[in-house]
Structures are given as structure tokens and as C-alpha cells.
């Protein structure tokens, strides 16, 4: 089946750059709204021409979007905000082998669509939650 | 009896290959296949006698109303009711907006409250959102267990004292049968009026409104072997007198002076418009074929192939299935989810197995949120469907799990 052909089942099932990141410049939670699979894409842009320094993912979603975030995330790390914009929905699905669906193709552009978002809105600058002396969190 | 090779035989789109695999159809609550005699009613009338109703006096018009009003008869025995008691609508959620705004409009008032329930499709739901918000009235909703039954029904009727309870006859989702004509009592005897959604049950229990004492039954011809595009709304008599028209125009009028107009009487009275002939013609088709096969036979047949499917899908490890427990208790509809496949992606699997289920939260969101999931599975069944239909489902299943190797 090509659509789950071993390299996409792979990032699947082991994806690349799931979890959260510390301090993301950018973030959006997006839904797939034919069926309310989530993805929460976070990323940290640094230096002059913004490039990615950290890129991670939560996502409560089909194979299909998971394994799309795995192989998107993996190509955004060290683009330049400019190069990530590119980025286009041709190649995303162009990493499916032609095997999609239309309506399994609004899966693997869910986290395209989340990137576009997020690089939309630029995210206020917040430390992470420090630990007092009991271990719990401010 | 059900003679299902038979039965097949009548569904033409059944013969037909997926992927090189024979059609394995079981997506039914979707929507059901036709028989080639409801397909022959509408080209039928359209190769023979198309013509608008009611209005012309030349042969051709006259067949056509003919038919139009013959099929109203037919719809009204199938359900007990009587032909000025049967309203044609677009469908099931046109039937239901048809009750709240030419019902709930006029006959409710600020502050009070509709009775719905968590296991609601979005067609019996967002409608009273809609409502709620033009008159400022109270959403309540009754709970759902785990096993899938109302909670605690009749009590909440009491406690809440809604004035209008809505509530699905057969769930969707969880196919669970609910207890219409106990709830409309209990209902009634508080002086709240009842409307029931019977688009899933329609299909598969023989039903007869003046039985269960609802005064607004809604359903749709397609889950019922009928084309697209045409509904049902039935409602007492004595409701439908007195509610004002939903939708103005041609068709529903006697009279017609500039500033003001003299409306027909029920049901026409909300039959505004042309409609749509051919679709009502196929519905019609679609009851004699439902007559002729037996509700009660059909209800017996669906009975035991949904045992038999949970059955067979209980003895799949890692397997959820949602709702009650035995057959007896619920319609031909079973949803489940696979440990760590999202529906999607079975479904996807499925289909090359030329295998039709659904995936996703079936117009049921909130009942997802209860059940604690996004999305789930669901196969749903016909009187076509057969056993074999289930093992391959089954085997395909095994067959996902080993391709998401879990």
C-alpha cells in the first residue's frame, strides 16, 4: 500500500521531533476541521535571518498528519523564515509518492497549514516555569 | 424472511468491484443503496410524466400529482400516521429546522427550556442552538453511560421540566435504541411536547407514530433506500394547524394579494415551492420495497447480523466497541476504535480492501467529548449486508493491525 509504504509508517510510528520545545518564537494549535485531529506546532527562530533553531510537535492525529509533521519538521530545521515559507502544499504531498487521497491529502497538509499559522503570528517571548524548592511549578 | 442473495441481487452498485475487491458496503448510516426499482420509479417519471404538481390540468400534470400525493399515502401507512400528518422536506435536518423555527418560534418564550441529549447527531442539535439563541432559552442535556443508554432519563424530564424534548430514536453512533414511547409519556405528562430524530431508525424497526405518541417525527428518504433530497417531518394534526407557515412562496398559498396571503392547510401549507417530484416518486419506491421485504423480518434479520458482528469484533484484541452490549438493545450501527490505528488510517486500509466504513465523529461531537475520543470507526448495516461481509471486515481488521504492525 503506498500511502503506508515502510518509510512513512516509519515516521509514524517513530516521529521525528515529537515534544515540546523551550521558549518557541512561533506557535499554532491547528485542527483538521473534517475531523478534528489537532496539531500544535511549535518553533524557535533566532539570529538575523531567523532560522530555525528548534522545532517540535504534539499532535492528536491520524498517520497520515503525524508522519507529514515527522517529515516536515525534519525539513525545517535550519531554514531561514524566508525558506520556510516556501515551503508549498506540492511538496508535502510530493512526499506521499502521488498516493493521496483528496481527502486523506487535508491529513498531511495539516501540518503545513499549522507552519503557516504560526509563522502568521509571532508568539510573546515567555520563560518557562521555573521550579521552586518542592519541585512544583510557579 | 430476509432472503439476502436475493435482496442483493435487487442493488445494482452492489455487484461492483473496489480496488479489485468486491464492494464490501457497510456505511449505511451514511447512506443506503437503492433498489433498481426506486432508480426505475424516478427515470420513470422523468423518461414518462414529469410535470409540476398541483397546479396543471393536462394528463401529464395530473400523473404527476398523482404520484406525489400517492407516495404521501404510502409514507404515512409505513409509519401509522395519516397523509395530512406527512410534511416532504429536504431531509431529516430540514425536517427538524421546519419544527424550531415554525414551531419553536411561535410556541416558546424566554426563559424556557429544550431537553436534549449528549448522544445527539449535530442535525437535532444545532437547530435548538440556533433557536435557543433567537428566544433565549435553556439547553439542557440528558447524560449518556457508559454502556451507551440515557442516564437516568425519565428523572431528568421530571427535574428540568423542559418544554420541548428532543432526542435521536436509534443513535448513530452508538446504535442504542432508546425508549421513545416511555420518555413521551413521562414527557407529556409534564405538558412538554416531544420530537424524535428517526433518521437511524426509520430504516430498521417498523415504526408507528401513533404508538409511540411523539408529536414530531423526523426522518430521511436516503437512509431508507430513497433518493437523496427528500425528507419527512411528520407532526400531529393538531400542532400543524396551528403553527405558522416555515417557508413562503408558490405551492403553499390559496390566496395571494400584495400586502398579504391566505396559506393552504397542512401539510401543504409547508410545501412551499416545487418539490422535488422525482425524489418523493422514489421514496414511495423505496417504501413498497420496505413493505414488501417486512419491517419486523428486516429488524430480525439486522438483529442477528449485528449480534453476530459483535460477536465476531468482540474477538478482536485491542478492540473497543462502543455502546450496548447486546443487539437487542441497538440498531445495525456498531463504532469502535483500534488500539493505536486512528480511524483514518483503518479506514484507508479498509478501502483497499474494497471496504466501505466510516471514520471521523459522525456529525457527533459531543458525544465523542463523552466518550472521550476524537474520532472513531463505524460499520453500519442493511438488509443486503450479509455474515461473509462481516468475516471480511473482521480479517481486514487482523490485516491493519499487522500493517501499523501492532
Known amino acids: ?138 | 424472511m430476509i432472503d439476502v442473495q436475493r435482496i442483493r441481487s435487487d442493488f445494482p452498485i452492489l455487484s461492483q468491484k473496489v480496488h479489485g475487491k468486491p464492494l464490501v458496503y457497510l456505511d449505511n448510516a451514511a447512506t443506503s443503496q437503492k433498489p433498481a426499482e426506486v432508480i426505475e420509479a424516478i427515470s420513470t417519471y422523468y423518461r414518462e410524466y414529469n410535470s409540476n404538481v398541483h397546479r396543471g390540468v393536462h394528463a401529464l400534470a395530473e400523473k404527476a400529482t398523482q404520484a406525489y400525493e400517492d407516495a404521501r399515502g404510502k409514507v404515512a401507512k409505513f409509519i401509522g400516521a395519516s397523509p395530512s400528518e406527512i410534511v416532504f422536506t429536504r431531509g431529516t435536518t430540514e425536517a427538524i429546522n421546519l419544527a424550531a423555527y415554525a414551531w419553536g418560534d411561535q410556541f416558546l418564550k424566554s426563559g424556557d427550556t429544550i431537553l436534549l441529549t449528549l448522544m445527539e447527531h449535530h442535525s437535532n442539535l444545532v437547530p435548538w442552538q440556533l433557536l435557543a439563541a433567537r428566544k433565549k432559552l435553556n439547553l439542557e442535556f440528558m447524560h449518556v453511560t457508559k454502556e451507551g443508554f440515557l442516564e437516568e432519563a425519565e428523572e431528568t424530564i421530571r427535574r428540568v421540566k423542559p418544554r420541548l424534548l428532543a432526542f435521536t430514536h436509534v443513535s448513530n453512533v452508538l446504535g442504542t435504541i432508546n425508549p421513545v414511547q416511555n420518555l413521551d409519556k413521562v414527557a407529556h405528562s409534564i405538558g412538554a411536547k416531544v420530537l424524535v430524530d428517526g433518521a437511524q431508525a426509520v430504516p430498521q424497526l417498523p415504526i408507528n407514530v401513533a404508538n409511540l405518541d411523539c408529536d414530531f417525527y423526523a426522518f430521511s428518504s436516503h437512509k431508507m433506500l430513497g433518493p437523496t433530497g427528500v425528507g419527512v417531518l411528520y407532526a400531529k394534526e393538531e400542532i400543524l394547524r396551528r403553527m405558522p407557515p416555515f417557508l413562503g412562496g408558490g405551492e403553499m398559498i390559496k390566496e395571494v394579494y400584495l400586502r398579504e396571503s391566505k396559506f393552504k392547510d397542512p401539510p401543504h401549507k409547508f410545501e412551499a415551492g416545487t418539490p422535488h417530484i422525482a425524489g418523493v416518486i422514489g421514496l414511495g419506491a423505496a417504501v413498497d420495497y420496505l413493505d414488501q421485504a417486512g419491517m419486523g423480518n428486516v429488524r430480525a434479520y439486522e438483529e442477528e447480523l449485528t449480534a453476530y458482528a459483535l460477536k465476531r469484533l468482540g474477538e478482536l484484541e485491542g478492540l473497543t466497541i462502543y455502546g450496548p452490549p447486546s443487539a437487542a438493545q441497538r440498531g445495525g450501527v456498531v463504532s469502535f476504535n483500534v488500539d493505536k490505528i486512528h480511524p483514518h488510517d483503518l479506514a484507508t486500509v479498509l478501502d483497499e480492501e474494497g471496504i466501505a466504513i466510516r471514520s471521523g465523529n459522525h456529525c457527533a461531537m459531543p458525544l465523542h467529548d463523552r466518550l472521550g475520543i476524537v474520532a472513531s470507526a463505524r460499520a453500519s448495516f442493511a438488509l443486503y449486508n450479509t455474515t461473509s461481509e462481516v468475516d471480511v471486515l473482521v480479517e481486514a481488521i487482523e490485516g491493519a493491525k499487522k500493517v501499523f504492525k501492532v
Open chain 1, 1 to 138: 500500500m503506498d500511502i503506508y509504504r515502510d518509510e512513512i509508517l516509519d515516521h509514524a510510528r517513530h516521529p521525528r521531533n515529537r515534544g515540546k520545545i523551550s521558549n518557541p518564537t512561533h506557535r499554532s494549535r491547528t485542527p483538521n476541521p473534517l475531523c478534528g485531529d489537532m496539531i500544535d506546532l511549535m518553533i524557535r527562530l533566532e539570529g538575523k535571518n531567523s532560522w530555525v533553531k528548534e522545532v517540535g510537535f504534539e499532535a492528536n492525529a491520524c498517520a497520515v498528519s503525524v508522519a507529514a509533521a515527522s517529515m516536515l519538521t525534519e525539513k525545517m530545521k535550519g531554514k531561514t523564515k524566508k525558506e520556510l515559507r516556501r515551503l508549498r502544499e506540492e511538496d508535502v504531498v510530493s512526499w506521499f509518492g502521488g498516493s493521496l487521497t483528496p481527502s486523506r491529502r487535508e491529513c498531511a497538509l495539516l501540518p503545513l497549514k499549522a507552519l503557516q499559522e504560526a509563522l502568521a503570528v509571532r508568539q510573546a517571548h515567555r520563560p518557562e516555569p521555573s521550579r521552586g524548592k518542592g519541585g512544583e511549578e510557579k
